[in-house]
């Protein structure tokens, strides 16, 4: 009997290529085969048109077509955002809202992990908490962690893609 790994989807929240928030989601991807995940990454951050309601029907634009995609073959999602003025930054908050009006997040195990400094970063969670709960996501609490960025951190993100992983399988 064949079996597939679940396939967890990686978001980023950060446009900068050397951002810390990417540099955890590619260890994230890195450490994902060694144990027993499949991760994938949505690069499409910097090409969603502005969120309007009155474009949020069929079609779709076609880089929102795409995000609602990746999401919907996705068995769960990983999101790993810094945190801009105390809150989420425009650009993900824009991605987070094309996802509002679809139905690919409803009940999707999800989870966030923050790399930000101690005593930073927790109104990009709060407000990312707020966000997702109008999405339907199943926030998997014990997944959601600070990242250290240290000689830990793949240690702790492959805890958190076993995690986010037994989420999309049911368990709790």
């Not at 987070?96 to 923050?114: F, M, Y």
């Amino acid at each position: 009997m064949t079996t597939t790994r679940p396939v967890v989807l990686l978001l980023s929240g950060s446009l900068r290529a050397a951002s810390t928030n990417e540099a955890v989601l590619r260890t994230a991807h890195e450490v994902a085969p060694t144990v027993g995940v499949e991760a994938v990454r949505f690069d499409g951050l910097a090409d969603l048109p502005h969120f309007n309601p009155d474009d949020d029907r069929d079609p779709l634009p076609p880089a929102v077509a795409a995000l609602r995609s990746a999401i919907g073959k996705a068995d769960a999602l990983l999101i790993c955002t810094p945190e801009y003025a105390g809150t989420l930054p425009g650009s993900f908050k824009n991605l987070l809202d094309w996802t509002v009006g679809g139905v690919e997040i409803s009940d999707k195990p999800t989870a966030w992990v923050n790399a930000a400094a101690p005593g930073r970063g927790e109104g990009a969670g709060a407000t990312l908490r707020t966000v997702l709960g109008y999405t339907g996501a199943r926030v998997v609490e014990e997944a959601c962690v600070r990242v250290p960025v240290d000689g830990d951190v793949r240690r702790v993100l492959g805890e958190v893609l076993v995690t986010l992983a037994k989420g999309a399988d049911g368990e709790q």
